[in-house]
């Protein structure tokens, strides 16, 4: 164990502060005082692809993360036209209220969505975006989903060193994009809509055992439909294992347009939070987080690696089209694949 400690302590001390360019030390002190210009700068440097940036990028970050870990990480996830960034709005401006600074950030890999919607977003949270307590942040430039959620990570470490106490991470429910959202939040919150169906609404169960928190959105438009689909998704959640022993998911409803049902969400998310905390789920959440986005980061590393391999690169078209053409086995040219790795790492 004191072995495991110091070898850790050698790694932290591998990327130290002290190697800050004084410019990027600006920055960091910046970023520390909560300016959103040096922030945004900040999460430019990350989102980085050039190779020159990565050291850099590393070592702002290692100066930031003794800063960072204190805020409340909420994902918001749901089908297209859900109401999320509605709802973001009405709540990131109930939480400002109540004297919180809120950072909204986006997780989306697709590359239909453009920067022109990316801004059709910031105007649906008009009175967010001007509030000096917030900062919103649109999705990195569209890409596989593992650099966009990596990218992401770090963009919520540099937001809580700035201070944002709330950060909020929307996500398109459609695909992946919603478990990476999970795997970096402490809760993960669904917005339905009240014609919930008898289908309801073709959720997939793996999205509905994320859920912590289950809000029917635009229950102004037929209240009666909004109770029918609570209760419907209510008997739909006992009838899944339970994935926390600490917290049953509720359902609630709510109406983002009209700012009804906002204050019962975040009462309910605090309640969550203290029971998190107290039973030790909250950390235990966190620190399997953080292990889990370590080995994202090994095998994505690898694959870079692999593919960009001189040798790998030579032969992979000859051993991709032995493969699809059935004279190879996938198996004996990974194999051979691999062994050129070996030879040359
Ligand atoms: N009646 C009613 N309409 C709502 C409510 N919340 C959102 N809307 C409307 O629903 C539409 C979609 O809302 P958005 O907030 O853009 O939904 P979204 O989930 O962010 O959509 P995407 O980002 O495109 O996936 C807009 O026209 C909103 O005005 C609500 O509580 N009640
Ligand atoms: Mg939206």
Excluded at 292 to 310: K, N, S, V, Y
Aim: net charge neutral; charged share 25%; proline share 4%.
């Amino acid at each position: 164990m004191a072995d495991r400690t110091v070898a850790a302590n050698e790694m932290a001390a591998s990327n130290s502060p002290d190697s800050l360019s004084p410019a990027d030390r600006q920055l960091v002190d910046g970023v520390l005082a909560g300016r959103r210009r040096a922030l945004a700068k900040a999460i430019t440097l990350i989102e980085s692809v050039r190779s020159e940036d990565q050291g850099r990028a590393e070592k702002l970050l290692d100066a930031l993360l003794p800063h960072t870990g204190k805020s409340f990480r909420i994902g918001i996830s749901g089908a297209p036209g859900a109401g999320k960034s509605t709802f973001i709005e009405a709540f990131g401006m109930h939480l400002v209220a109540l004297g919180k600074k809120v950072a909204v950030l986006a997780i989306d890999p697709s590359s239909q969505r453009s920067k022109g919607s990316i801004l059709g977003d910031k105007t649906r949270m008009e009175r967010l975006a001007q509030s000096e307590s917030a900062f919103i942040r649109p999705s990195p430039a569209a890409g596989a989903l593992g650099g966009v959620a990596a990218r992401t990570r770090e963009t919520i470490l540099l937001c809580e060193a700035a201070g944002y106490d709330v950060i909020v991470i929307e996500t398109v429910g459609v695909g992946q994009s919603e478990t990476a959202a999970a795997s970096m939040t402490d809760a993960f919150v669904l917005l339905q809509l009240p014609n919930a169906g008898d289908e309801l609404q073709g959720i997939k169960r793996g999205i509905m055992e994320l859920a912590d928190l289950i809000v029917i959105n635009k229950a102004d438009i037929d209240k009666a439909a909004a109770q029918r689909a609570a209760q419907q998704l209510e008997s739909a959640l006992h009838f899944l294992a339970p994935q926390n022993p600490h917290w049953r998911p509720p359902v609630l409803m709510a109406s983002a347009q009209q700012g009804e049902g906002i204050d019962e969400v975040w009462r309910c998310l605090s309640e969550y939070r203290r029971l998190m905390e107290s039973s030790g789920e909250w950390q235990s959440r966190r620190r399997r987080q953080a292990v889990a986005w370590l080995w994202q980061a090994i095998e994505e590393g690898l694959m870079r690696r692999f593919r960009e391999h001189p040798a790998v690169a030579a032969e992979l078209p000859s051993a991709l089209e032995a493969v699809e053409q059935g004279v190879t086995t996938p198996r004996y040219a990974a194999r051979r694949l691999l062994m050129l790795i070996n030879r040359y790492f």
